[in-house]
């Protein structure tokens, strides 16, 4: 049976709103979490973007039986993997089984900011490769030394340790790096209902869970839901690579001043009202292929879309 979920916008909410939007999602009835680890939002609008792993933590403690992801972290460039590795295996440990660790290789908006080069995608998959080597080593509790192409790690050894490696579920929007993940990762994290990665993944020999985010908006009308994305959201009708390569929230605002209204209205993101039109865009991504299907909802309206989707769309999934 698919597993539905909702997210944790880092990006547009506080760590306490983060906290409290989990437990309400808890409540109505999701049966996962996934949150967003950036360092900048993508637009200035969006206003907001916590440390992640301090939010996960409240999360852990304020939340009972959901289970949660990070979707997704790069564990590359802005943090040595070293650290990244100490993090999820405290949060892990917070968390029992309930915790899975999504990574990708990152957008330059967010891993620019200590000053190092940007790469292109092959190094990028080379170093987070290289990371996850790390981090599994780590994660086995010996104390470990790394002399690699892209980092060095000398005698660190995690005290605070989970009894089993974390889940790893790797990101990828196109075929070549959906095989990679067969290869090295638990699982598949995508965004939208693409069909293309999951076919990769899965004649690769991939077998695990497959995870995709659908954006949206539920508001009064469909009008109201397309000027809060067009606010909050113009970043998801930027198209091509730029969404990996720009630099800084400035730069996504000139980017989104190509963006009209009526590109957010054709851009699949969910826009109506009416409970089936959410409900037909959760079964396209299951017929898709994906079996972890979670949704975004763009803008301020928190309670109000958990009890839409809590009263008029979870139970068609039930």
């Not at 996934?34 to 996960?56: C, K, N, R």
């Not at 899965?202 to 869970?209: N, R, Y």
């Amino acid at each position: 049976m698919v597993q539905l979920g909702y997210t944790l916008s880092s990006e547009e909410h506080g760590p306490n709103e983060l906290v409290s939007i989990a437990q309400r999602a808890e409540a109505a009835g999701f049966d996962f979490l996934s949150i967003s680890d950036h360092f900048h939002p993508w637009v200035s609008a969006q206003g907001e973007s916590p440390f992640v792993w301090s939010t996960l933590g409240g999360i852990a403690t304020a939340t009972d039986d959901i289970e949660v992801g990070v979707g997704v972290t790069c564990p590359t460039i802005r943090i040595h993997p070293v650290n990244v590795a100490h993090a999820v295996a405290t949060v892990d440990e917070m968390f029992g089984d309930r915790f899975t660790f999504g990574v990708g290789t990152g957008e330059n908006l967010n891993e620019h900011v200590t000053g190092e080069r940007w790469p292109e995608h092959d190094v990028r998959l080379e170093m987070l490769e290289e990371a996850m080597d790390i981090m599994r080593k780590l994660w086995t509790g010996q104390t470990t030394s790394h002399r690699g192409e892209h980092y060095t790690v000398e005698n660190a050894r995690l005290y605070t340790c989970p009894d089993e490696q974390p889940t790893t579920i790797a990101s990828a929007f196109g075929p070549q790096t959906a095989e990679w993940v067969a290869d090295n990762a638990d699982g598949l994290w995508c965004s939208g209902p693409k069909e293309g990665p999951v076919e990769a993944y899965e004649d690769a020999g991939g077998d695990g869970p497959t995870y995709t985010q659908l954006h949206g908006c539920y508001a009064d009308s469909e009008d109201e839901a397309v000027e809060t994305i067009y606010e909050y959201w113009p970043n998801g009708s930027i198209p091509g690579e730029l969404g990996q390569e720009l630099p800084t929230p400035a730069h996504f605002e000139q980017a989104a001043e190509m963006v009209e209204k009526e590109d957010i209205a054709e851009s699949g993101t969910t826009t109506s009202p009416d409970p089936q039109d959410h409900i037909d865009s959760i079964e396209q991504a299951i017929d898709a292929g994906y079996d972890h299907v979670y949704v975004h909802q763009i803008g301020d309206e928190q309670e109000r879309a958990i009890e839409f989707y809590e009263d008029d769309v979870l139970p068609s999934f039930r």
